[in-house]
T-cell receptor, first 114, second 113 residues
Framework: KNEVEQSPQNLTAQEGEFITINCSYS?????LHWLQQHPGGGIVSLFM???GKKKHGRLIATINIQEKHSSLHITASHPRDSAVYIC????????????????FGKGTKLSVKP | NAGVTQTPKFRVLKTGQSMTLLCAQD?????MYWYRQDPGMGLRLIHY???????AKGEVPDGYNVSRLKKQNFLLGLESAAPSQTSVYFC????????????FGPGTRLTVL
């Protein structure tokens, strides 16, 4: 089974700060997902990446395949960024992704204060 | 498009009662999943389907059954609810495989007394 570890578990920041959330996994993968869970509970996909870096607005996701590590960065953080950020990867038995399912980290709860 | 919808949004059951959660997607996705989310734990896969008429067990399948009679619908059943099944249940769908974006429903909060 592919293990997924996220850090930190909780993060409090002041508005405008640069934020980094980390994700490490134990075995090789075909793609890594970052998701956001809003305080109301809804889950949306932010990024899916297999190499390099992706950017969407103030969010940047990077991945280092060799080190089995990914980071999610938020620039100029805002209170509306307060949410739980979740990293997910395919399970070990599913390296090829043929089953489609994912293993999820426990999430990083971000709170941005005004 | 409505995306992925779930019914009901909330439900309270007594131990031993049965119920069915309905998930529907209008994106013509092949893959559908049922997850549960418990405090302090990541989302865990209960069952999944790779196409109409197919289902398979995930990480925590015990106590649940599923059916995918139509491509757009994925049903999760609890035959005899137990307090350990108190959780928030999420349905998701994706076009094909784990390299594709998964789209989530709004969740169903289930309490078993």
């Amino acid at each position: 089974k592919n293990e997924v570890e996220q850090s930190p578990q909780n993060l409090t920041a002041q508005e405008g700060e640069f934020i980094t959330i980390n994700c490490s996994y134990s075995v090789g993968i075909s793609a890594l997902h970052w998701l956001q869970q809003h305080p109301g509970g809804g889950i949306v996909s932010l990024f899916m990446l297999s190499s390099g870096k992706k950017k969407h607005g103030r969010l940047i996701a990077t991945i280092n395949i060799q080190e089995k590590h990914s980071s999610l960065h938020i620039t100029a953080s805002h209170p509306r960024d307060s949410a739980v950020y979740i990293c997910a990867v395919p399970p070990r038995m599913n390296y090829g992704g043929s089953q489609g399912n994912l293993i999820f980290g426990k999430g990083t709860k971000l709170s941005v204060k005004p | 498009n409505a995306g992925v919808t779930q019914t009901p949004k909330f439900r309270v059951l007594k131990t031993g009662q049965s119920m069915t959660l309905l998930c529907a997607q209008d994106m013509n996705h092949e893959y559908m999943y049922w997850y549960r989310q418990d405090p302090g734990m990541g989302l865990r896969l209960i069952h999944y389907s790779v196409g109409e008429g197919t289902t398979a067990k995930g990480e925590v399948p015990d106590g649940y059954n599923v059916s995918r009679l139509k491509k757009q619908n994925f049903l999760l059943g609890l035959e005899s609810a137990a307090p350990s099944q108190t959780s928030v249940y999420f349905c998701a769908s994706s076009r094909v495989r784990s390299r594709d974006t998964q789209y989530f429903g709004p969740g169903t909060r289930l309490t078993v007394l």
